[in-house]
């Protein structure tokens, strides 16, 4: 198309250039997902691996292992058990790191998304985003005190 109507210069390129900033975007929160998601396997496997490493009995004793299984078994129930059982390399400790990144993972989501509609001049998005951050993070704080 050539004449006044054609389109020229900058604008041309914008539609491009903003498929291209959605397509990082996109990208960046996939990728978050994806590390929070292996991150929380991996964890686990460890956990796994280092409670039957620890206690071999579970593998060969039903009685043994259903100590382990029974509700209310010697998992950490906080974070800051969590992070000690960790570092005394308990593998229950570990499990448990894993399912708090489980947890994690999509809250961490919500504030790339946050970011990246901050970067990206979208006022609705950033607003609908940030809303949606508070209310995960107010949950948190309402559930750390009720415990």
Known sequence: MTGPDAPQGP?????????ERVLRAELLISTVL?????????????GTVLT???H????????????????GAAFPSSVEGTLRGVRALRGQAFVSLGLL???LTPVVRVGVSV?????QKDRLYTLITV????ILL??????KAAA
């Open 115 to 119: 970011a990246v509609f901050v970067v």
């Open 131 to 134: 809303t949606v951050f508070a």
């Open 138 to 143: 107010l949950s948190f704080v309402l559930g």
């Open 11 to 19: 604008a041309v390129a914008a539609p491009a250039e903003t498929e």
């Open 52 to 54: 039957f490493l620890h």
């Open 101 to 103: 990144l489980l947890i």
């Open 34 to 46: 994806r590390a929070g998601v292996l991150a929380s396997l991996a964890a686990i496997v460890a």
């Open 56 to 71: 071999p009995d579970y593998l060969t004793s039903s009685t043994a292992l259903a100590r382990l299984t029974r509700p």
